[in-house]
């Protein structure tokens, strides 16, 4: 019975709120080279898995999507913790 539960595909308001977090998560880190990458990587991975069909599939990616967004999460808090003192050129206002 537990293993009929853990293969139950997540709904869909519950993997566009794991994007959501992985794109906020990703606006927390400084800098901008990091901030831009953790984007790139959450679309991409999102983008990868799009075609999944199969539920045990789809659960093993939406877990490590959360796995993910817990690593991220804790990067945040680290790279908060040695943040730049000048900012990127790309954030510079012209």
Known sequence: MASAAAAA???KPEVLALFRSLL???RAFCDYNVREYAKR???DGFRRNRG???PSAISAA???GKGQLEVA???AVVYSLYAPEVKSVMELQR
Do not use: G, I, K, Y
């Open 52 to 54: 999944l069909a199969d």
């Open 9 to 11: 595909a997540p709904s």
């Open 62 to 64: 939406f877990s490590d």
């Open 24 to 26: 906020r998560t990703a």
């Open 73 to 75: 999460r804790r990067q």
């Open 41 to 43: 990587r959450a679309a």
